[in-house]
């Protein structure tokens, strides 16, 4: 069988979001969940897909550089870079001109997610497993195979990951057992996005409890008393015992951070999520050491552009909580390499999502992660917000507060033919229905 | 007057260089030196100029980043810009849904830089001066204005700038006196790349020396046994107390850097360049510390993203040497934080140019910085490479190895119309003839 990739295509699908103020925050008042849409295709005929997450304008431009880095992966063998994943990663995010856009950050680097998130997919289902599962079943030797551990060597060398996979091979089934019946525990941010009533907040809490979340997250930093005054009413409201999260997405300087947050701490907050700038290790490094004393841990990773930052963020102490990201890092290798420094360095994986797709995504990381990586539920959780998942060939599905394992071959990504007619951009017929309607200008 | 910006356009313009190799390193090995150029006119008629360079491929990405900031720009006042410039940065940098493609970094960040350089470039046109001019000329106050200080407060505040542009008042027409008549030093890169023989860097280096140079940059970190070769050849022709760097161009793990340089320290080095990931402010720390003691620094910046990250490598004590980039930063105002944050922590700037157009634009930042900032010489010099400048209007000219401060209004990157239509990609007369001649694929 000859698994040459033919051809790549890619789409500009957004979905009008902005318009129902669904999603927004300190920072971003107005997404339109898009994503560019990677359908890669054999000679032999199989299809894999893969997506970027982006939040609307400049979507675009990520598509562009999906096409630029087509030329570089066309007419190559699957079994090849199967057999050797870390060097393609290498040669992708190494090529020569490209790489001096980046190197690994911004546009060009989630055009590379774009690209080995449709190619893992298409491992998967070659494998005929759920993602998670393809990783799971594979040796210690092969899943550090396909890890480029370029720049990383002062943190996790290839034996140390090695060593972790092995040490974890104790107690797999019965984890892969407890995953299968009870799933990955999820967390909720839709309860808190910032202006929210207490009318509306109490009315959401009651409802998401009722469904089996123990965990939420809400939206802080635009205004003080307005943050006590919701997260008052989450404390009234949430059973003992349940998990409190904020997350200010990157409103604050650094002793603003810790000024703000030591006033909120009487409401008792499992982590402040992006105090400040993504770039700013040393800075989250400040914030952490100033709230340990206050219960409070520091979580970020959603911006977070490589796995050189993560290796500075998890080696330093600066984040307790490290959120990754499907689309931000370079598809399903980089995170790994993540998974396996948080590891090592104590430091719980909750990955961020919501969007378009990253439910989909992410729930494969975090099911592997504990596993075969992590043996532990502790302080772990993932991120999930209730939108969009119906454009899906197997949606996400949270039962009883957490993430039901997916079953189906691949990485859950693929969108039927109708929501992409419907959502690309700007020719989709929403879009043009909208166009016309006088809502918005294309 | 009505100084509206009327319209944006930008062309992709690349030069061959990849076909003589020149500027090839341990990384780039083969280099189209690029740029996005950007031509910007008012309302009432005025033009001006900005680049982004690259290094070739995706050079477009870039174009299509800057026609995306273009919706943004068009129709904006100009004096309104210059009255609140750090704003309207802001603004540019923080636009709603684009922020999620970084923030500040990589394609989105470069355009950016296309963006507001031709902004800066008709600020200088306006009032008549070259750029280093307009700088000089402002009022503490006005120039602080033009700087978005967003997560800088705990390493300098806009009254911290201001204090230390007042102080730097003393001397400043005699250094502005002293630029004119003496220029500002520049380094030499071009006779030391890799794989160069002992004739070739000979014959270069006498020829250099003659011309007034003193100070030489070699590349390093492919092989240990040449690059000893090649810096005994460098000791060898070198007049005494001439100095000597070298760039690994990002090719080290931390340790490796630290083994490797420590056997070309009897060589005499200033600074090690790029030893490792741009990326990682902790790892150039643990080398900077390693080094210090057998006398070499440590220089990055060229793929330095923005000011958070040149924040964390100027507090921390990561870099010893900060190589600001005209490009790669967002503008000028961009470099001016990062100038100022220097002087604070008393890091000497040391401009990365080279490539096409970037000695063009950084002697304006460092003879701004020596003659309002700096106020010393003393470790200071700003690098060149006689590439195309032949191109420019007002090209770069260097003198008894110093830059000759540019005389005419603007930031001298006006390109010659016969020159944009000659290499634009792919419909310019060169890739075209290069083309026909199938001595490229198109």
Same mark, same amino acid.
């Given at each position: 069988?000859?698994?040459?990739?033919?051809?790549?295509?890619?789409?500009?699908?957004?979905?009008?979001?902005?318009?129902?103020?669904?999603?927004?925050?300190?920072?971003?008042?107005?997404?339109?969940?898009?994503?560019?849409?990677?359908?890669?295709?054999?000679?032999?005929?199989?299809?894999?897909?893969?997506?970027?997450?982006?939040?609307?304008?400049?979507?675009?431009?990520?598509?562009?550089?999906?096409?630029?880095?087509?030329?570089?992966?066309?007419?190559?063998?699957?079994?090849?870079?199967?057999?050797?994943?870390?060097?393609?990663?290498?040669?992708?995010?190494?090529?020569?001109?490209?790489?001096?856009?980046?190197?690994?950050?911004?546009?060009?680097?989630?055009?590379?997610?774009?690209?080995?998130?449709?190619?893992?997919?298409?491992?998967a289902?070659?494998e005929g497993k759920p993602l998670w599962k393809l990783l799971v079943d594979?040796?210690?030797?092969?899943?550090?195979?396909?890890?480029?551990?370029?720049?990383?060597?002062?943190?996790?060398?290839?034996?140390?990951?090695?060593?972790?996979?092995?040490?974890?091979?104790?107690g797999k089934e019965e984890r892969e057992k407890e995953m299968k019946a009870n799933g990955f525990p999820a967390? *909720?941010? =839709? /309860?808190?996005?910032? #202006?929210? !009533? +207490?009318?509306?907040?109490?009315? $959401?809490?009651?409802?998401?409890?009722?469904?089996g979340?123990?965990?939420?997250?809400?939206?802080?930093?635009?205004?003080?008393?307005?943050?006590?005054?919701?997260?008052?009413?989450?404390?009234?409201?949430?059973?003992?015992?349940?998990?409190?999260?904020?997350?200010?997405?990157?409103?604050?300087?650094?002793?603003?951070?810790?000024?703000?947050?030591?006033?909120?701490?009487?409401?008792?907050?499992?982590?402040?999520?992006?105090?400040?700038?993504?770039?700013?290790?040393?800075?989250?490094?400040?914030?952490?050491?100033?709230?340990?004393?206050?219960?409070?841990?520091?979580?970020?990773?959603?911006?977070?552009?490589?796995?050189?930052?993560?290796?500075?963020?998890?080696?330093?102490?600066?984040?307790?909580?490290?959120? *990754?990201? =499907? /689309?931000?890092?370079? #598809?399903? !290798? +980089?995170?790994?390499?993540?998974? $396996?420094?948080?590891?090592?360095?104590?430091?719980?994986?909750?990955?961020?999502?919501?969007?378009?797709?990253?439910?989909?995504?992410?729930q494969h990381l975090s099911i592997f992660d504990y596993i075969s990586?992590a043996g532990s539920l502790?302080?772990r959780?993932c991120?999930?917000?209730?939108?969009?998942?119906?454009?899906?060939?197997e949606?996400a599905r949270v039962k009883n507060g957490c993430y039901v394992a997916p079953e189906k071959p691949g990485?859950s990504?693929?969108?039927?033919?109708?929501?992409?007619?419907?959502?690309?951009?700007?020719?989709?017929?929403?879009?043009?229905?909208?166009?016309?309607?006088?809502?918005?200008?294309?």
């Amino acid at each position: 069988m000859t698994r040459i990739i033919q051809s790549i295509s890619v789409r500009d699908i957004r979905f009008p979001t902005s318009l129902e103020k669904d999603g927004s925050d300190a920072t971003n008042l107005a997404p339109d969940y898009s994503c560019a849409y990677v359908s890669m295709t054999t000679k032999d005929g199989l299809k894999g897909y893969g997506i970027t997450f982006t939040l609307g304008r400049g979507n675009n431009i990520v598509c562009e550089g999906i096409k630029l880095l087509t030329e570089l992966v066309v007419g190559k063998d699957l079994d090849e870079i199967f057999g050797n994943f870390a060097q393609f990663w290498w040669d992708l995010t190494n090529a020569q001109q490209i790489r001096w856009l980046g190197p690994d950050k911004g546009v060009m680097h989630m055009a590379v997610a774009g690209i080995c998130n449709a190619i893992w997919d298409l491992w998967a289902r070659i494998e005929g497993k759920p993602l998670w599962k393809l990783l799971v079943d594979m040796s210690p030797e092969q899943l550090v195979s396909t890890i480029d551990f370029t720049y990383l060597e002062d943190a996790l060398t290839k034996d140390e990951a090695i060593d972790i996979l092995v040490k974890m091979k104790e107690g797999k089934e019965e984890r892969e057992k407890e995953m299968k019946a009870n799933g990955f525990p999820a967390y *909720i941010t =839709s /309860c808190g996005w910032l #202006g929210y !009533s +207490e009318e509306k907040i109490t009315r $959401l809490l009651m409802e998401t409890q009722e469904k089996g979340f123990t965990r939420f997250k809400a939206k802080v930093g635009a205004d003080i008393e307005d943050d006590k005054r919701r997260l008052k009413v989450f404390r009234e409201k949430l059973m003992p015992g349940n998990l409190l999260m904020v997350d200010a997405n990157q409103k604050w300087e650094i002793q603003e951070a810790i000024d703000w947050m030591k006033q909120l701490a009487e409401y008792g907050i499992t982590w402040i999520e992006e105090p400040t700038s993504p770039d700013d290790v040393l800075g989250h490094l400040e914030i952490s050491k100033a709230l340990a004393s206050h219960g409070i841990g520091v979580a970020t990773g959603e911006q977070c552009q490589n796995k050189v930052m993560f290796k500075q963020f998890l080696k330093s102490g600066a984040m307790q909580f490290c959120q *990754i990201d =499907s /689309c931000r890092l370079g #598809g399903v !290798s +980089e995170n790994l390499a993540v998974i $396996l420094m948080a590891k090592k360095y104590g430091v719980p994986v909750c990955p961020h999502a919501g969007g378009v797709g990253l439910c989909e995504y992410v729930q494969h990381l975090s099911i592997f992660d504990y596993i075969s990586v992590a043996g532990s539920l502790d302080k772990r959780m993932c991120e999930f917000a209730d939108h969009l998942h119906e454009h899906f060939y197997e949606p996400a599905r949270v039962k009883n507060g957490c993430y039901v394992a997916p079953e189906k071959p691949g990485y859950s990504i693929e969108m039927y033919p109708e929501s992409l007619d419907k959502y690309e951009w700007p020719a989709g017929g929403e879009w043009q229905r909208l166009s016309t309607a006088n809502l918005i200008q294309l």
